[in-house]
C-alpha cells in the first residue's frame, strides 16, 4: 500500500484544518496590526519583525490580511458545503422516496441547473446579491446538483434492502425509514462530499474574488490578495506567497479530510487487516474472520450457497 | 496412477490466516473425487491453489503435481500453458467467467487455438462438435450467440464444454451447480459424466451439497477447518461415517427419500463451523462434538483406517462405529393439537391473484410482454398449519409474498388476511393487521441493517406498534431466549454474528410482534447444512410453542418435505399441484412436480436413480408458450406423440386419440382441478395420471 491508509489521512487533514482555524481566528491577537490599517513608514517591506509577512504596496500588514482572507474563506467554505450538501441529501431523498411527478420534476431541476455554465452564473449574480451572505448562497446554489443525483440513486437501491423492506412490513412509516434506515448509510457519502465541497468553494471564492467579483476594497479575501500581488510576484514573492500558501494549505487539508474520511467510512473497504478497529459495525469480529473475507471476495466466479 | 497428487497443502491468506492445513489427496484418470464441507471449511482455496488462482498475497505451501509435474512455485505464464490444457475449471457462475463481448463458440475455439495450435476453421468446428456434446441443441447456430443469449444452465454448459475443450488430465469444477436450480443441476451433472466419459479425465468437484456428491463422485472428502477429517469411497463414507462431524451432517440432512419421522428428530450439530484461520486446535471439531474427550485435547488427531481406502481423523473411532448414538434422536415437540383442516379459520386466502410487471424500458405500456411473474394463483392458509411454497428460480414464489405482504389492492384478484380483504383496509387498519403477519427473508446478512445492534432491531418493531416502553427490554430478552440466543447478544451489531446467529435475529424481529402468521422466505437456503437443520428446529419449536401459521418458500424440497404440512408447487407464476405433503410428494399427479422430484440429487450414492431429466429450461415469463406454459418440457405431452404408450393403444385411434390429447394442451391454460375427496391434493394437468 502507498498511500497511507483513510483514518491516518482524515486525522491528518483534520489535524491540519483545526490549525489553521486556530490561527485564522486567534492569529489577529497576536499580530501587531490590523488589517485595516496602515503603516505608512513601510511600503511593500520584506517579512520582518513588525510586519511578519510584509506589507502590501500602500502599507498594509500583510500577515492581517491573510488572516482576513482566511477567515473569509474558510466560513464561506463550511457554509456553503454546509447549504449545498443538505439541499443535495433533501432533494435527492425526497426525489428517490416519493418518485412518481415530484422525482421528475426535481430531477428536471437538477439538469436544468446542470447545463447552466455555473461559473459565469455565479460572476453576474454574486455582485447582484452583496458581499457574504449572496456569495455564499449563490456559490451554494450551483455545487449541490451532482450530489443530489447520486443520492437520489443510492436510495432508490437502498429502498429496495431487505431491512428496508422489512421495515416497512413491520408497519414503520416513511419519514422513520428515511432517518433510520437511509439517511445512515447515506452519510459517509454526505460527509465525504461535505468536505470535498469546502475546498470548491473556496476556490470558486477565490477565483470570483480574483477576477473582482467578490470582496471588495478595503475589504479583502485571499483571491483579491493574490489579484494584487499578481505583477508583482517576481519581484516581491512575499506578497504572492502569503496569500497562495494559506490557500493551497486549506484546499490541501480539506482535501486530506475529506479523502481519508471517504476509504475510513466505505463499508466495502475491510477495516481490518493492518488498520485500527474502528467504532460500530466489525466490533468482536475475529480479525482472522474479517482477514478473509476481503481475499474470498475476489474469488473468481464465487457465490457461497446461492438461492 | 494418480493424474492429479496434493500433498501436504497448506494455503495461507494475509495477514496470517491458514485456510489449508495439511491435505493430501490423489485423484486417478476418469475418477471423480468431491470434496464437501461448509463455508470456512478452505475448500475453494484449495481449488484456487491447485489452479494457481489464489488471491494476491495467499501463500501456498506443499505440493499440487499433475502427472508428476511440480505445479506450485511455477509463475503465472508458466500455468497459463498448463490451465485450459491439461488443467481445466468449471466456476460456480458461467456468466462472469465467460466473455460478455464474445460469440461462445469463439471463445471455446480461442483455447483451442491457443493450447492445440488448430487453425481458426479447425478449431471452431471443434467448437460446435463440443458444444453438442454438452447437449447444446442446435450448436452450429448457437456457437454465434453471445454469452447473454444463454439462460445458466447452458452457460454451465458452454464453460464445460470449453473446459475439456484439449482434453484435460484433470478438471477442478468449483461449485459448478449451486447457483443453478435443481432440474437444471440435474443435467450439469448429467453433463459433467459425459465430459469425464469423453475425455478420461480426473474431476475434482467442490460442493457443500451432499447430494451432489453422492450423485457423481466416486470419492469423498470431508473438509472440516481446512483438513480432511473423513475420505473414502462414496458408498462407505456415505453409509458408515465414523467421524463425528460427517455422522452429524449426514443426519442432520432434510431428505426426500425418508417420510417425516413423528416425535423424534436427529439431533443436530450444535455451535457454526469455526470462521476460516481460526485458533489452532487439536481437533477442531472439538467444540462441536457430542462424544470429544479429554484424549480429543491432546494432539491432532491423525487419519486412521476405518475401511477399505476409508480414512477417519478421529481418536475415538471406536465410539462412532455405531452413527446413531453419535447424533441420537431427540424427541421432537409434539405436533400442536389442532381441530381438523375444515374446522380451523383460513388465516390467508387468496384467489385468482395475478401481478405483471410492464416490459423494461418500454414506452408503450402494453399487455404484450409483461412479465407474469404471477399470473392467476389461488390457495388458502389455515391457522396453524404450514404451506410449502416451491418452484424453480423465477416461478414467482417471491412476488406472490410480496403481494401478499404488502397488504393493498392486487392488480387482480383478490387477498384476504385474517378474513379481511386487503383490497378495503384503512391506514390504520393495515398497521395494525402487520401485527400478524410477519416476514422473515432469506439472506440475513441483507435482512437486518448493519448499522443497528440487535438490541435496536428487536426494539424497533414494539416501538413502530407502540408499545410500552417500560415494557421493550422484558420483551427483548424474552425474544432473545426464544430463538436460542444469549442476552449479550443484543449488543452486538450483526456482522459480529454469525450467520445462523443472524437468520435468529431475523426470526425473533418477526416474532416480536406475536403473528399470527409468518411468511419464510428461503430462510434456510443461505445457511450451511448443519446451521440450518438447527433453524429448522428453531422454526418446528416456534411453530408447536406458539401456534404460528407458515408459508415457507424454499426451492429445496427436502427442506419443504421437513416442515410443511402442505405443499404448493409453482410454475411460471401459477400454482400446478396444491396439496397434503404426504400426497405430493408420494404420488405426485402434476408431471413437473414429478421431474422436481426426480431431480433432487438423493445424499445417497446407493439411490443414484435413472432420473428423467427435464429437458428445455424454464420458460421466458414473458412470452409464455400458448396453453399449458409446462409444455415444451412435459414428458406426459411428449409421450402423447408416440401412441403406443397410451393406454387405449389402438393404432389409428391412438393416433387419433394422442393428437386430439396434444391438442388440449396446447389450447388452454389447465385450471387446478377439484381436490380428489379422498387425498387433499389437486394439480393443474390436462392428463393426469389415473388412479393407481
Known amino acids: 500500500m502507498t498511500r497511507p491508509p483513510g483514518n491516518r489521512r482524515a486525522v491528518a487533514g483534520a489535524v491540519l484544518l483545526a490549525a489553521l482555524f486556530a490561527v485564522a481566528f486567534l492569529g489577529p491577537l497576536a499580530a501587531p496590526w490590523r488589517w485595516d490599517q496602515t503603516d505608512f513608514t513601510a511600503f511593500r517591506a520584506p517579512p520582518s519583525a513588525g510586519h511578519w509577512f510584509g506589507t502590501t504596496q500602500s502599507g498594509r500588514d500583510l500577515f492581517a490580511l491573510t488572516l482576513r482572507g482566511m477567515r473569509k474563506s474558510l466560513l464561506i467554505g463550511l457554509l456553503v458545503a454546509v447549504l449545498s450538501t443538505g439541499v443535495a441529501a433533501a432533494v435527492g431523498m425526497t426525489a428517490g422516496v416519493l418518485g412518481g411527478w415530484v422525482d421528475r420534476l426535481l430531477m428536471f431541476g437538477v439538469d436544468l441547473l446542470l447545463v447552466l455554465p455555473s461559473f459565469l452564473a455565479v460572476a453576474v449574480l454574486s455582485p447582484a446579491l452583496g458581499g457574504g451572505t449572496g456569495v455564499v448562497l449563490v456559490i451554494a446554489a450551483f455545487l449541490w446538483m451532482i450530489t443530489a443525483r447520486m443520492v437520489r440513486a443510492m436510495t432508490l437501491s437502498l429502498k429496495e434492502r431487505d431491512y428496508v423492506r422489512a421495515a416497512r412490513f413491520l408497519g414503520v412509516g416513511p419519514v422513520r425509514v428515511i432517518v433510520r434506515h437511509i439517511l445512515p448509510h447515506l452519510a459517509s457519502l454526505l460527509v465525504v462530499d461535505a468536505a470535498l465541497n469546502v475546498s470548491l468553494a473556496i476556490i470558486t471564492e477565490a477565483g470570483l474574488a480574483y477576477l473582482g467579483f467578490g470582496a471588495q476594497p478595503p475589504d479583502a479575501s485571499l483571491g483579491t490578495l493574490i489579484a494584487d500581488a499578481r505583477g508583482a510576484a517576481p519581484a516581491y514573492p512575499w506578497l504572492f506567497a502569503s496569500a497562495a500558501g494559506p490557500l493551497v494549505l486549506i484546499v490541501l487539508a480539506v482535501n486530506l479530510l475529506g479523502d481519508g474520511l471517504r476509504d475510513a467510512l466505505d463499508p466495502s473497504v475491510p477495516r ?3 488498520r485500527a478497529p474502528r467504532r460500530g459495525p466489525r466490533d468482536g469480529v475475529p480479525q482472522a474472520l474479517c482477514a478473509v473475507r476481503a481475499p474470498a471476495a475476489r474469488a473468481p466466479g464465487k457465490r457461497e450457497d446461492a438461492a | 496412477m494418480s493424474v492429479l497428487e496434493i500433498s501436504g497443502l497448506h494455503v495461507v491468506y494475509p495477514p496470517d490466516v491458514p485456510v489449508v492445513r495439511g491435505l493430501d489427496l490423489a485423484v486417478e484418470g476418469g475418477e471423480v473425487v468431491g470434496v464437501v464441507g461448509e463455508s470456512g471449511s478452505g475448500k475453494s482455496a484449495l481449488a484456487l491453489a491447485v489452479l494457481g488462482l489464489l488471491p494476491a498475497g495467499a501463500r501456498a505451501r506443499g505440493s499440487v503435481r499433475l502427472r508428476g509435474a511440480e505445479l506450485l512455485g511455477r509463475s503465472d505464464a508458466e500455468l497459463a500453458r498448463v490451465r485450459g490444457r491439461d488443467l481445466a475449471m468449471v466456476f460456480q457462475d458461467p456468466l462472469s467467467a465467460l466473455t460478455p463481448v464474445h460469440p461462445v463458440g469463439d471463445q471455446i475455439a480461442e483455447t483451442i487455438q491457443i493450447h492445440a495450435g488448430a487453425t481458426r476453421r479447425a478449431a471452431r468446428a471443434r467448437a460446435v462438435e463440443l458444444l453438442d456434446l454438452v447437449g ?8 454465434r450467440a453471445h454469452p447473454h443469449e444463454f439462460s ?22 468449483d461449485e459448478p451447480t449451486t447457483a443453478l436450480d435443481v432440474t437444471v443441476q440435474a443435467q450439469i451433472l448429467d453433463v459433467l459424466r459425459v465430459a469425464r466419459d469423453a475425455t478420461g479425465a480426473a474431476i475434482v468437484l467442490i460442493t457443500h451439497d451432499l447430494g451432489v456428491v453422492a450423485d457423481l463422485a466416486d470419492r469423498v472428502v470431508v473438509m472440516y477447518a481446512g483438513r480432511e477429517v473423513e475420505s473414502g469411497p462414496v458408498g462407505d463414507v456415505y453409509r458408515r461415517p465414523r467421524m463425528p462431524y460427517t455422522i452429524g451432517l449426514l443426519r442432520s440432512l432434510p431428505r426426500l427419500d425418508a417420510p417425516r419421522e413423528r416425535g423424534a428428530r436427529p439431533a443436530p450439530i450444535g455451535g457454526a463451523p469455526p470462521p476460516a484461520g481460526g485458533p489452532p486446535t487439536p481437533c477442531p471439531f472439538r467444540p462441536r462434538c457430542p462424544i470429544g474427550g479429554p484424549e480429543c485435547d491432546r494432539a491432532a488427531p491423525a487419519a486412521v483406517l476405518v475401511g477399505a481406502g476409508h480414512r477417519a481423523a478421529c481418536v475415538r473411532t471406536a465410539a462412532t462405529l455405531d452413527a446413531g448414538r453419535v447424533f ?6 409434539p405436533p400442536p393439537r389442532r381441530p381438523p383442516r375444515a374446522e380451523r379459520p383460513a388465516v390467508l386466502r387468496i384467489s385468482g391473484l395475478a401481478r405483471h410487471f410492464p416490459p423494461r424500458g418500454a414506452f408503450a405500456r402494453r399487455a404484450a410482454g409483461a412479465v407474469r411473474a404471477v399470473d392467476g394463483v389461488s390457495l388458502e392458509v389455515r391457522a396453524g398449519e404450514t404451506l410449502g411454497l ?3 428460480s423465477g416461478c414467482g414464489k417471491t412476488t406472490l409474498l410480496m403481494e401478499i405482504l404488502r397488504l393493498e389492492r392486487p392488480q387482480r384478484g383478490r387477498i384476504a388476511v385474517f378474513g379481511r380483504d386487503v383490497a378495503a383496509l384503512s391506514p390504520k387498519v393495515r398497521k395494525a393487521l402487520r401485527r400478524d403477519l410477519q416476514v422473515v427473508f432469506q439472506d440475513p446478512a441483507t435482512s437486518l441493517d448493519p448499522r443497528m445492534r440487535v ?11 407502540r ?14 431466549g426464544l430463538v436460542g440466543l444469549e442476552q449479550a447478544h443484543a449488543d452486538r451489531y450483526p456482522a459480529a454474528l454469525s450467520a445462523g446467529q443472524r437468520q435468529r435475529v431475523a426470526i425473533a424481529r418477526a416474532l416480536a410482534l406475536e403473528p399470527r402468521l409468518l411468511l419464510l422466505d428461503e430462510p434456510v437456503a443461505s445457511l450451511d447444512v448443519s446451521v440450518q437443520a438447527q433453524i429448522m428446529d428453531l422454526l418446528e419449536d416456534l411453530r408447536a410453542g406458539l401456534g404460528l401459521a407458515y408459508v415457507f418458500v424454499a426451492h429445496d424440497l427436502a427442506v419443504v418435505r421437513r416442515v410443511a ?5 409453482m410454475y411460471a407464476g401459477r400454482i400446478v399441484e396444491i396439496g397434503a405433503a404426504d400426497a405430493v410428494y408420494e404420488s405426485p399427479a402434476h408431471p413437473y412436480t414429478r421431474a422436481l422430484l426426480d431431480a433432487v440429487p438423493a445424499p445417497d450414492p446407493a439411490g443414484r436413480r435413472g432420473r428423467r431429466t427435464l429437458l428445455a429450461d424454464p420458460p421466458d415469463p414473458s412470452s409464455p408458450p400458448a396453453g399449458c406454459p409446462f409444455r415444451p418440457r412435459c414428458p406426459r405431452y411428449a409421450a402423447l406423440a408416440a401412441p403406443a404408450l397410451l393406454p387405449a393403444a389402438g393404432d389409428e385411434l391412438g393416433a387419433r386419440g394422442g393428437a386430439v390429447a396434444r391438442a388440449r394442451c396446447e389450447r388452454a391454460v389447465p385450471e387446478l382441478a377439484a381436490p380428489d375427496p379422498a387425498v387433499d391434493r389437486s394439480a393443474a394437468c390436462h392428463h393426469p395420471p389415473g388412479p393407481p
Open chain 1, 272 to 274: 481490518c487487516a493492518g
Open chain 2, 136 to 143: 447444446i441443441p442446435d450448436a452450429a447456430r448457437r456457437a
Open chain 2, 152 to 173: 445458466g444452465g447452458m452457460r454451465q454448459r458452454v464453460m464445460i464444454a470449453m473446459a475439456i475443450a484439449n482434453d484435460p488430465v484433470a478438471i477442478v469444477a
Open chain 2, 328 to 333: 441420537p434422536a431427540v424427541p421432537a415437540p
Open chain 2, 390 to 392: 416451491v418452484g424453480e
Open chain 2, 455 to 465: 438490541r435496536d432491531i428487536l426494539t424497533q418493531p414494539l416501538r413502530t406498534h
Open chain 2, 467 to 480: 408499545v410500552a416502553r417500560a415494557a421493550v427490554p422484558r420483551r427483548v430478552a424474552e425474544l432473545l
Open chain 2, 565 to 569: 404440512d402442505r405443499v404448493a408447487v
